[in-house]
């Protein structure tokens, strides 16, 4: 299942940098593709590596990865990945490493 990156400023984190902070529900490691668009039409824009860091509980916890999140304060990050889930739904962190890219633009 490839990983989504349709927030732009955290998609250009990851293509500027080289990496991004990322949260999402379900746990996975391991290579994949990370694309944009939607599940039933996306773009394949790079190849990653993806690294499980924590569960998280408590926006407090994601302030030393904000700067490398691609957003401007842990209280929006945690906002933002809860708008995509249901409520009570377990957060992730994951370190996502551009191993090489697909697309440029």
Not at 18 to 35: E, F, M, P
Not at 38 to 45: A, M
Not at 96 to 102: A, K, S
């Amino acid at each position: 299942m490839p990983i989504f990156f349709n927030v732009v400023d955290v998609r250009n984190q990851l293509l500027t940098y080289g990496n991004v902070y990322t949260l999402r529900h379900k746990r996975r490691d391991g290579r994949d593709v990370a694309v944009m668009g939607t599940r039933y039409s996306f773009t394949v824009f790079a190849d990653v590596m993806i690294e499980e860091v924590k569960p998280i509980y408590a926006s407090w916890e994601l302030v030393p990865y904000v700067k490398f999140s691609g957003l401007k304060s842990a209280e929006q990050w945690l906002q933002l990945a809860k708008s995509f889930y249901t409520k009570d739904t377990q957060l992730y962190l994951y370190r996502v490493t551009l191993i090489r890219r697909r697309m440029y633009y």
